[in-house]
């Protein structure tokens, strides 16, 4: 059981530059959502999923897209990349609307660095 | 709006000593609460949370939260530190609405440091 599993764990991109970072989760979840964390600020909430087809906008939500086809998988796109995007990025999931019962998993992270 | 601050940046104790770590949070409704801890190159794990009845809260390795109302707080605590508790601490509101209460306001962090 793996949980939530994030992809690549390191990564440089130049300005421009486009990639996806993948979040894949077993745990049979209708909530996930993306945090990046940077030094002093915490952690982030980016865009989040409530269940397959649905996606919405969180706190820091520009530079990224993101959709849900399926479940498992949850990927954060970023189609032109920045220097302030350079952040470590975090997969979070969970049981829709139950945060109490059922706390956050979150992967690993992936470490992102623009230059 | 909903927010968390944890004004101690960076905490040292003595392994042994006991452990206060601040939170305040701002949120019009009762909040759930929670406290994460991040081992360094991990993701966050939950160490207890808060979202009604006893206002003093057991967590796992030994961690203790208490709500207080009136100040708007709910800081965590430790009897004795134990090296392997150097990490850094995270306090966070659940903001959602509608059902989606998994969306969480994350503090800016407390790193603690243990000394031998």
């Known amino acids: 059981n793996a949980g939530v599993t994030q992809t690549p764990k390191f990564q440089v991109l130049k300005t421009g530059q486009s990639m996806t970072l993948q979040c894949a989760q077993d745990?049979?979840?209708?909530?996930m959502s993306w945090y990046r964390q940077d030094p002093g600020m915490g952690l982030r909430l980016i865009h989040y999923?409530?269940?397959?087809?649905?996606?919405d906008q969180g706190e820091v939500p520009n530079g990224y897209n993101v959709s849900r086809s399926t479940t498992e998988d949850f990927p954060l796109r970023l189609l032109s990349a920045a220097p302030s995007q350079t952040s470590v990025y975090f997969c979070a999931v969970g049981v829709q609307g139950s945060s109490y019962n059922s706390p956050l998993h979150f992967g690993n992270g992936t470490r992102l660095t623009v230059t | 709006a909903q927010s968390v601050t944890q004004p101690d940046i960076h905490i040292t104790v003595s392994e042994g000593a006991s452990l206060e770590l601040r939170c305040n949070y701002s949120y019009g409704a009762t909040p759930y609460l929670f406290w994460y801890v991040q081992s360094p190159g991990q993701g966050l794990q939950l160490l207890l949370k808060?979202?009604?009845?006893?206002?003093l809260v057991q967590g796992i390795k030994g961690f203790e939260a208490e709500f207080k109302r009136s100040q708007s707080s709910f800081n965590l605590r430790k009897p004795s530190v134990h090296w392997s508790d150097a990490a850094e601490y995270f306090c966070a509101v659940g903001a959602g609405y509608g059902g989606a209460t998994n969306k969480l306001i994350f503090g800016t962090g407390t790193l603690l440091a243990v000394q031998p």
């Open positions: 999923s409530v269940g397959a087809g649905i996606t």
């Open positions: 808060y979202f009604s009845g006893d206002t």
């Open positions: 745990m049979n979840h209708e909530y």
